[in-house]
Each structure stands twice: as C-alpha cells, then as structure tokens.
C-alpha cells in the first residue's frame, strides 16, 4: 500500500499524529489517508429509533468536521503531501486494526505524557500496536515540544518469534533513515 493510514477522533493527539504521518508521507513520497471510525453503537441509547438515527447523522457530520481539521493540519505542515479522508461506520479497534491491512504504516496518537514523564499511551494505540497489520506508529503528544527535535528514540518490543525479528529490521532501518 503506497500510503499512512492515520485514526483521527478529534483529539490533539491524533492531530499531532496526522501532522507527523504527513511528515512521514512527505520523506517517503507517498500519501496519507485520514479516517475516523463512526461508532454505531454510541447511538444505541433507549430512545426512539428516530433519535437513533438523529445521533448518527451527526455523528457523521461531525467525522466531516474533524477530517477537515486534521487536513488543515496536515496542509500547513506539509502542503505537497496528497491527502484522503474518509469516515467509516464500525466499531472503532476492530476497524482501525483491519484498516490497518492496507496501510503501509498505521498513525495513532497518544495520551499526553505524566507529570513522572512516563507515557500512558491510549487503549486505542495499545490495541493497534498489539494487533494491527504492518508498523504501528504511536506518536506522543508533543505540541510546542523541543524535546521532540533532540530526542529520536526507535522502540521496538520483541519476543523469540518470527513478527519480533521482522519489526526488529523495521526499527533498525527507521532508525538508519532518521
């Protein structure tokens, strides 16, 4: 697949993951695909079905909102960099993960770091990274951040199987380019 796949929900974090992907995207002359997941299931309240379909549809209409949000960021940042955006109906991880399938690099951001500076990275980015097809990216949180200019630290988790020894390449050869 010739483009990053990037989860957009609205939160500063994923705005910080679009604008990273777009980065990415632009160093790897690919394009970046933008999506938010529209949870049916946030609609399903004990009102009428009426009321139902009234959430989704704005549900979608914000999906709409956040998208152009997160273009407007990725275009001020990288305006060279191709961008789609699109919004699916489904439940959010699963849907990420098996979007994630045609994605040469899935984007996801992170929960802001603590006060200790540990980073408690979102059930969302632990899913992806746990599950997904191909590299998962984590970006962390670091608007207005000069840390994030002189700290480049590839981390990569392993085991004895054969998925640790090829993200163990991946990171080796992430690491080289940067």
Do not use: M
Not at 107 to 117: I, K, N
Request: hydrophobic residues 45%.
């Amino acid at each position: 697949a010739a483009n990053l796949l990037v989860g957009v929900d609205g939160s500063l974090s994923a705005l910080d993951a679009a604008v990273w992907a777009a980065r990415e995207a632009e160093r790897r002359s690919v394009s970046v695909r933008l999506v938010h997941i529209v949870d049916p299931g946030e609609a399903e309240i004990e009102l009428g079905p009426w009321s139902q379909r009234r959430i989704l549809k704005y549900r979608e209409s914000r999906a709409v909102d956040l998208l152009a949000e997160a273009q407007l960021e990725v275009a001020a940042a990288c305006p060279e960099v191709a961008v789609e955006t699109s919004w699916v109906t489904g439940r959010p991880l699963p849907t990420l993960i098996a979007l994630s399938r045609q994605a040469l690099l899935t984007v996801v951001g992170s929960s802001r770091a603590q006060s200790q500076g540990a980073v408690h990275a979102g059930s969302v980015a632990v899913s992806v990274s746990a599950h997904g097809y191909g590299p998962v990216v984590v970006v962390r949180g670091a608007r207005n951040d000069s840390r994030v200019q002189q700290r480049r630290t590839v981390v990569v988790g392993v085991d004895s199987s054969e998925a640790a020894d090829n993200a163990t390449e991946w990171a080796f050869e992430e690491a080289a380019l940067r």
